[in-house]
């Protein structure tokens, strides 16, 4: 899919804390692009996908299950509050995954791989919490 497919999908705003595992958080961010799920339906992945692995322009990568993508908050977003996004926030491309702490919300995508089995990512192999759950407090692997 290139830059114009993508932008031809349609466009949804979503309005969520941004949390980062240090601690702090963003109120309030007003994210908008094309949701996650509105791309796994013009993809079709395989049945057996269950994981989607996300490599960006910087080398960073991460994953997540399919199933946490598909929440109607989570964008490939392109501008944030009302401007598009500049290099500081992942232009032009990031993922957002509002339930998640940052370092899922994968800046600079630049190739999306679903998959039936689990890989790890950056911030993973190196003893983050996969799940990443904001709201439990999931930021170490156990």
Not at 8 to 23: K, M, N, R, T, Y
Not at 50 to 76: A, I, K, N, P, Q
Request: net charge negative.
């Amino acid at each position: 899919m290139n830059w114009k497919e993508l932008l031809a999908l349609p466009a949804h705003e979503s309005v969520s804390d941004f949390h980062c595992v240090e601690g702090w958080s963003v109120p309030d961010c007003k994210w908008f692009g094309a949701k996650f799920k509105d791309l796994v339906e013009l993809v079709k992945p395989k049945p057996d996908a269950r994981y989607v692995f996300f490599s960006c322009m910087d080398g960073y990568t991460t994953s997540l299950e399919l199933t946490d993508l598909m929440e109607d908050d989570v964008v490939l977003a392109y501008k944030l509050n009302g401007e598009y996004l500049d290099e500081t926030v992942g232009a032009p491309l990031r993922l957002v995954v509002p339930k998640k702490y940052a370092y899922k919300s994968a800046m600079y995508v630049e190739k999306i791989t679903f998959m039936k089995s689990q890989k790890l990512g950056y911030w993973e192999e190196r003893g983050y919490s996969d799940t990443a759950d904001a709201w439990k407090d999931d930021r170490r692997a156990r």
